[in-house]
């Protein structure tokens, strides 16, 4: 069956250039292939948790904050937008964008950090790549093989950076990083619909929060300008609506870019293939100069003012305890660790290899998981 409901062009992915899945498996009968990577990713394990885990508040805090669910359903949608507008595949941009967060650790960026520091001595932990481990070997639900089987392209996606050193490790999916090439137009794009999402977000839930205010983000020349716009349309206007009449015209306003320049450059570049994209040294899919400038300058206001701020902080530094003390304590005593996973350390052949079932036992608990796993762990009034 045909998967666009327009016809492509051929520097798009599809089911003829896609280069399949690791184990070979009969065509769906009503669905794209990138469908049913994508309908795989959504009935895994790991996406449902991500309901649990948040980016910059802890899932406790309220119930109004994005979560990783909530901020993954958003990439899928400014994905899909921008891939229908520039007739590429929306379905592999979806597959990808609902993936991308699978592998992110409890609390956020404080709890990779401290999943990172915690395995330094047996080659790290990096988000990204526990995704694409999620998705390749961690969810055992098929009966023919371990991980979710997707297709080269949602997984070449799911891939965001790499190191050189792992990138040798894993095969077809690494290649890019040793040769300075490019993933697809779709995952390009997962990419930076993702930075829109979480830029906007942030400020949102910032705000909501009390961590940031409105004249502080008057300073800010994206936010300024659209704030300003509202105002003069709508000057009776307040309250909450002002801040999403402002942040929805943030967000058109950087996807009206990032399509028309794509479409520039894409034009520019005269790909003629999906390969011709991949063989290029810099991406096709990107903001202009000036947006790009402007992204950088909320950027550097939400890394000072809001995950700077002294409440976030204090909640990073209890994230970064609990994480370090559930690693400490299963090093020390595998024997505290669930049934299952004891048993999966055991058959493991290496020492690092041990250490990375406990590490894949942290990073998939979501926050409030991993908050009362430590009181079982460490509170002696708390009955396991
Ligand atoms: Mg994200």
Same mark, same amino acid.
């Given at each position: 069956? @045909?998967?666009?409901?327009? !016809?492509?062009?051929?520097?798009?992915?599809? *089911?003829?250039?896609?280069?399949?899945?690791?184990? &070979?498996?009969?065509?769906?009968?009503?669905?794209?292939?990138?469908?049913?990577?994508?309908?795989?990713?959504?009935?895994?394990?790991? %996406? !449902? #948790?991500?309901?649990?885990?948040?980016?910059? %508040?802890?899932?406790?805090?309220?119930?109004?904050?994005?979560? *990783?669910?909530?901020?993954?359903?958003?990439?899928?949608?400014?994905?899909?937008?921008?891939?229908?507008?520039?007739?590429?595949?929306?379905?592999?941009?979806?597959?990808?964008?609902?993936?991308?967060?699978?592998?992110?650790?409890?609390?956020?960026?404080?709890?990779?950090?401290?999943?990172? =520091?915690?395995?330094?001595?047996?080659?790290?932990?990096?988000?990204?790549?526990?995704?694409? *481990?999620?998705?390749?070997?961690?969810?055992?639900?098929?009966? +023919?093989?371990?991980?979710?089987?997707? /297709? %080269?392209?949602?997984?070449?996606? $799911?891939?965001?950076?790499?190191?050189?050193?792992?990138?040798?490790?894993? +095969?077809?999916?690494?290649?890019?990083?040793?040769?300075?090439?490019?993933?697809?137009?779709?995952?390009?794009?997962?990419?930076?619909?993702?930075?829109?999402?979480?830029?906007?977000?942030?400020?949102?839930?910032?705000?909501?929060?009390?961590? $940031?205010?409105?004249?502080?983000?008057?300073?800010?020349?994206?936010?300024?300008?659209?704030?300003?716009? %509202?105002?003069?349309?709508? &000057?009776?206007? /307040?309250?909450? #609506?002002?801040?999403?009449?402002? $942040?929805? #015209?943030?967000?058109?306003?950087?996807?009206?870019?990032?399509?028309?320049?794509? !479409?520039?450059?894409?034009?520019?570049?005269?790909?003629?293939?999906?390969?011709?994209?991949?063989?290029?040294?810099? &991406? =096709? $899919?990107?903001?202009?100069?000036?947006?790009?400038?402007?992204? =950088?300058?909320?950027?550097?206001?939400?890394?000072? #003012?809001?995950?700077?701020?002294?409440?976030?902080? !204090?909640?990073?530094?209890?994230?970064?305890?609990?994480?370090?003390?559930?690693?400490?304590?299963?090093?020390?005593?595998? +024997?505290?660790?669930?049934?299952? /996973?004891?048993?999966?350390?055991?058959?493991?052949?290496?020492? @690092?290899?041990?250490? *990375?079932?406990?590490?894949?036992?942290?990073?998939?608990? @979501?926050?409030?998981?991993?908050?009362?796993?430590?009181?079982?762990?460490?509170?002696?009034?708390?009955?396991?």
């Amino acid at each position: 069956m @045909t998967d666009a409901p327009y !016809r492509r062009p051929p520097y798009a992915a599809s *089911r003829s250039n896609s280069r399949g899945r690791c184990f &070979p498996e009969e065509p769906p009968c009503y669905r794209s292939e990138f469908q049913r990577d994508r309908d795989r990713i959504i009935h895994c394990g790991a %996406f !449902r #948790r991500l309901e649990y885990k948040t980016q910059v %508040f802890v899932n406790h805090e309220g119930d109004m904050f994005r979560t *990783r669910l909530t901020h993954s359903i958003e990439v899928a949608q400014i994905s899909r937008s921008i891939a229908r507008a520039l007739q590429i595949n929306e379905d592999l941009t979806e597959s990808i964008a609902l993936a991308h967060d699978l592998g992110h650790p409890p609390f956020g960026h404080a709890g990779q950090e401290a999943l990172n =520091l915690c395995m330094r001595a047996y080659d790290g932990f990096e988000h990204n790549l526990q995704s694409l *481990r999620i998705v390749s070997e961690l969810e055992k639900k098929y009966a +023919g093989f371990d991980g979710l089987n997707l /297709t %080269f392209e949602t997984r070449e996606g $799911i891939l965001k950076h790499c190191s050189k050193r792992w990138a040798a490790q894993l +095969g077809e999916v690494g290649q890019r990083f040793l040769s300075n090439q490019q993933p697809s137009l779709e995952a390009q794009l997962a990419n930076l619909a993702d930075e829109i999402a979480y830029n906007n977000h942030d400020v949102d839930d910032g705000l909501r929060a009390g961590l $940031i205010d409105i004249e502080e983000l008057l300073e800010i020349e994206l936010f300024r300008k659209q704030y300003e716009a %509202f105002r003069r349309l709508f &000057p009776d206007i /307040t309250g909450r #609506r002002v801040i999403h009449e402002t $942040i929805r #015209r943030m967000i058109n306003e950087q996807v009206v870019d990032l399509i028309e320049n794509s !479409r520039q450059q894409i034009a520019a570049a005269t790909v003629v293939d999906i390969d011709s994209v991949r063989n290029l040294n810099h &991406p =096709l $899919i990107c903001f202009t100069d000036a947006m790009q400038a402007a992204n =950088l300058e909320l950027k550097q206001f939400l890394r000072h #003012r809001l995950y700077q701020h002294y409440r976030v902080r !204090r909640m990073s530094a209890k994230a970064r305890r609990i994480i370090q003390a559930l690693f400490s304590a299963f090093i020390e005593d595998p +024997g505290l660790l669930p049934d299952e /996973t004891q048993l999966q350390q055991q058959a493991c052949h290496s020492e @690092t290899d041990k250490v *990375r079932v406990i590490a894949d036992y942290i990073a998939g608990m @979501t926050d409030r998981y991993a908050i009362s796993e430590y009181q079982r762990l460490f509170d002696p009034m708390q009955l396991t």
